[in-house]
């Protein structure tokens, strides 16, 4: 029996995945709370014939919504709007996510915490840095959501190489993303050798990473103003908290998808920080799971790190290291 709440529920993203989650076969409860509509999403919801029974929580419900939840996804706040970047997204959304995360120290502690709220790479040092004010913190159990970057290097990379050829299912082995979750942050790490030199050799590569590292622009001027990616998003964090579930009921991953956390406090963290030549505190790698909890943070594809994507990797943990600063910078200030 498993209960997964979702914060946000009736937003953009919120929505979709949680009937993605509706649909899952490890969900025996769905929490869905939002400040507005949760309960008309639920009873909608609740009409989908799988087994998951649909509860919906408004504005005042947040510790019924989250009491015995062994998974919390966090999509609530505000998205981009044309010209804004997810760093101006951090007042609003940072306040969100360290409210939302003490509410989860106090009713659910052990609940595995998914971030999906933007800008990643600051929310998730807002979330755990409340969770250790609050004597909480179990770092294996805190995970920023970078999976979309993932599913956008597959897509894009088969759109590059020919998709007749080069299938976007087939993709998933080729390639990861490594970093953090926002423009030159995001570094694809293309591990299929063969196919990192066809997009060297065909003068593709540089517009493959910028369309990986600012493909939200795309989707974001593509909806005038009405917010950011909300379906893909759906979907991507579905295959994240998949992941997460499948661990939980001892079922094998499909694939170690990365995620965003903190390397100091897992194992594997330090050895990674050592191959990366630097002490950046947050960082999004693959994982290795044991019930839901990230237990292992690997570094085996830093052995197919090219000189190019090396670089890539020095400017994104300068860039990491200051959006980690201002998110400890926020709990700090509000003691
Ligand atoms: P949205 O505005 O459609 O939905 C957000 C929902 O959060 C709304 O229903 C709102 O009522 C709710 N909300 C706001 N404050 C809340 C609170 N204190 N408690 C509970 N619910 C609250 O926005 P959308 O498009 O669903 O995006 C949500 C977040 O996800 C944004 O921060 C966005 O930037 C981020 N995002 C993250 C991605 C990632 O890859 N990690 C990708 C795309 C968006």
Redesign the pocket.
């Given at each position: 029996m498993t209960k997964v709440t979702v914060?946000?529920a009736?937003?953009?993203?919120?929505q979709p995945l949680s009937l993605l989650l509706k649909m899952c076969p490890f969900v025996s409860t769905l929490a869905l709370?939002?400040?507005?509509?949760a309960a008309g999403v639920a009873r909608d919801l609740s009409h989908v014939n799988t087994n998951a029974h649909c509860i919906g929580y408004g504005k005042d419900e947040l510790p019924d919504a989250l009491m015995g939840a062994q998974v919390v996804v966090i999509?609530?706040?505000?998205?981009?709007k044309p010209g804004m970047t997810?760093d101006d997204?951090f007042r609003v959304?940072a306040g969100?996510v360290a409210?939302?995360v003490a509410a989860c120290a106090e009713h659910c502690p052990n609940a595995r915490i998914l971030v999906?709220?933007?800008p990643?790479n600051s929310t998730v040092p807002v979330a755990c840095e409340t969770l250790r004010r609050l004597g909480k913190f179990q770092p294996g159990r805190v995970m920023?959501?970078?999976?979309?970057?993932v599913v956008r290097a597959q897509t894009f990379l088969s759109d590059a190489l020919g998709p007749q050829q080069y299938s976007r299912e087939s993709m998933k082995k080729h390639v990861t993303v490594v970093g953090g979750?926002s423009g030159t942050t995001i570094v694809p790490v293309i591990l299929n050798p063969t196919l990192a030199q066809k997009l060297v050799h065909r003068k593709l590569w540089d517009a493959y990473v910028q369309r990986v590292q600012f493909g939200?622009d795309e989707v974001v001027q593509a909806k005038q103003g009405a917010?950011?990616?909300?379906l893909s998003?759906a979907l991507?964090g579905y295959y994240f908290a998949e992941q997460v579930l499948r661990s939980i009921h001892h079922e094998a991953p499909d694939a170690l998808l990365p995620c965003y956390v903190y390397l100091p406090g897992l194992p594997g963290g330090r050895e990674l920080q050592a191959r990366l030549g630097t002490q950046v505190e947050y960082f999004a790698a693959p994982v290795r799971m044991d019930r839901g909890v990230v237990v292992h943070v690997e570094s085996e594809w830093t052995e197919k790190v090219t000189p190019q994507e090396r670089k890539m990797l020095d400017v994104c943990v300068q860039e990491l290291d200051a959006n980690v600063r201002k998110g400890k910078r926020f709990v700090q200030s509000k003691l």
């Open positions: 914060l946000g009736a937003g953009g993203i919120g709370y939002d400040l507005r509509l999509p609530a706040g505000v998205p981009r997810r997204l959304n969100i409210q939302l999906i709220s933007n990643v920023g959501v970078t999976t979309l970057d979750h939200g917010g950011s990616a909300t998003m991507a």
